[in-house]
């Protein structure tokens, strides 16, 4: 017989609405030729110069996704890499004009995810979980604890 369970599942509740919001942003985003990453690497660039560590670490990306989503926004004409003003051997991602008018379709798209999310929810409601979340991200989990590695088994090869 299972344990009874004696709290809420947060786990099961953030990581489901959290992926499907995640599905419903891809899915807006494609429409216009972007992904999450390249809206964020987009909008994080504007705001002020950043190296791509910087803009990796505020995406939540490692150094090659990073790569991978700087080389698509080169390709696409979006942004460049140039050196740092601050620092020369450090590379910066400086946002074309073309790719600051595709961030600000981009952020219209991401505010309208949003709002339709949290539109399902009264006014009231609304006001509580996003003030709880807040809370929550700038308080008890602000900052990740080290966990062990999961296991991953080795790809079989094809014969």
């Known amino acids: 017989m299972a344990p009874a369970r004696t709290e809420s ?3 099961f509740l953030l990581d ?5 919001l995640r599905t419903r942003m891809a899915a807006a985003l494609a429409e216009i030729g972007l992904t999450a990453r390249m809206h964020c690497v987009l909008v994080h660039a504007l705001e002020q110069e950043r ?9 939540d990306m490692d150094k090659t996704t990073m790569v ?6 080169e390709q696409a004409g979006l942004a460049e890499r140039r050196p740092s ?13 073309k790719g600051a008018e595709v961030a600000k379709r981009s952020q219209r798209i991401v505010d309208g995810v949003h709002r339709e ?7 009231d409601e609304r ?30 090869r094809a014969k």
């Open 68 to 73: 991978v989503t700087v080389d698509a926004l």
């Open 127 to 156: 006001e509580v979980l996003l003030r709880a979340l807040n809370r929550l991200v700038t308080g008890h989990l602000s900052i990740p604890v080290a966990a062990p590695p999961t296991a991953r088994r080795a790809r079989e």
């Open 16 to 20: 489901r609405t959290s992926h499907v």
């Open 117 to 123: 999310a949290l539109g399902a929810l009264p006014d």
């Open 85 to 97: 003003s601050a620092d020369r051997r450090a590379r910066v991602i400086v946002v074309t004009e």
């Open 51 to 59: 190296t791509q560590v910087q803009l990796a670490e505020l995406g």
């Open 9 to 11: 599942d947060l786990s």
